[in-house]
């Protein structure tokens, strides 16, 4: 049997990772297969927000040996770290020993360093397709814009920060309030700054999510060339990201309530089973703040 991954570019390997394991913060179950390379589509324990990975074999070049199907659990926490302490010019290797139930993972470069985690107790994945997911607003953003008009909202603070998002006639608009504190965002198509808007829309949508959530969602905004957004009133959010090199990254993220005083538990609506009822016809945050 024989699983051997090899990743030269680790930068953007990383930041995916790091950003997936922002969101799950336990366990994630990749599904490695020689068709489609690894695969990742997990939701965090609240039923919130859902993460949809997929590595593709291409990005890997030719350093990427799979006899079979595997279906791989471990502790995102852990990877993180792992990661974390590769340097600049580094290549990980990627090895699955299916005896002791491991995986290792081998940095070559000036220093060979070697780690290993055990693999965990895990469950073949059914989730949905979330592009299978057909909702009424689109947008699509250049990299990085989201994570500003995200700390703008941010801003306005409060127990409970939330954002609504809003598309209407080739506008939108990001906005929050709190008491008497407000902010408004609004991205207009054909205005100067905004040749790389896109925005397509059935009638008037929209939603509200919390800003904390979103915040581990855009953690690699600024890592893509460009960001597609999607939703409907009241409604999961979908973004999708795609480096055209074979990595591609997508979240769901269910909206809020829109009465602000409702309870903590109250406050936001899990993706549930309903969500997909039509299914068929259908740099870290604070970086620059230091």
């Given amino acids: 049997m024989t699983l051997k991954i090899k990743v030269d570019n680790l930068d953007l390997f990383t930041k995916v990772m790091n950003a997936a394991a922002a969101v799950l913060e336990d366990d994630g179950t990749f599904l490695v297969t020689q068709q489609d390379g690894l695969t990742l589509r ?37 990877l993180k770290k792992i990661l974390q302490r590769a340097r600049k010019d580094d290549s990980l290797t990627i090895l699955l020993d299916e005896t002791n139930q491991t995986l290792k993972f081998l940095f070559e470069g000036n220093v060979k360093k ?75 198509v054909g205005a100067d700054d905004s040749d790389d808007l896109e925005i397509e829309s059935d009638g008037v949508c929209s939603a509200l999510y919390s ?14 060339a460009a960001v597609s957004l999607a939703f409907s009133t009241d409604h999961p959010l979908k973004l999708f990201y795609d480096s055209g ?42 970086d620059d703040e230091d």
Avoid at 166 to 173: A, D, P, R
Avoid at 211 to 224: C, I, R
Avoid at 258 to 264: K, N, S, V, Y
């Fill in 114 to 188: 070697q780690f290993t985690l055990p693999l965990r107790m895990g469950e073949e994945n059914v989730l949905p397709d979330p592009s299978s997911l057909e909702l009424n607003a689109k947008a699509k953003l250049r990299g990085g814009a989201l994570t500003e008009f995200i700390k703008d909202a941010a801003i306005i603070g409060g127990p409970q920060p939330s954002v609504k998002i809003t598309i209407e006639s080739g506008v939108l608009k990001f906005s929050s309030k709190q008491d008497k504190k407000e902010v408004s965002i609004q991205i207009t």
């Fill in 42 to 78: 997990n939701m965090d324990k609240s039923r919130f927000a859902m993460v949809d990975l997929k590595v593709e074999p291409a990005y890997f070049g030719g350093d990427f040996e799979c006899d079979k199907d595997y279906l791989l659990t471990i502790q995102m926490q852990d």
């Fill in 211 to 224: 800003v904390d959530t979103f915040k581990n969602l855009v953690l690699v905004d600024q890592a893509f």
């Fill in 245 to 286: 090199t074979g990595i591609k990254l997508g979240y769901l993220l269910a909206p809020m309530q829109p009465d602000a005083d409702m309870e903590e538990d109250d406050n936001s609506e899990a993706l549930a089973d309903e969500d997909w009822d039509d299914k068929e016809e259908y740099e870290d945050w604070d």
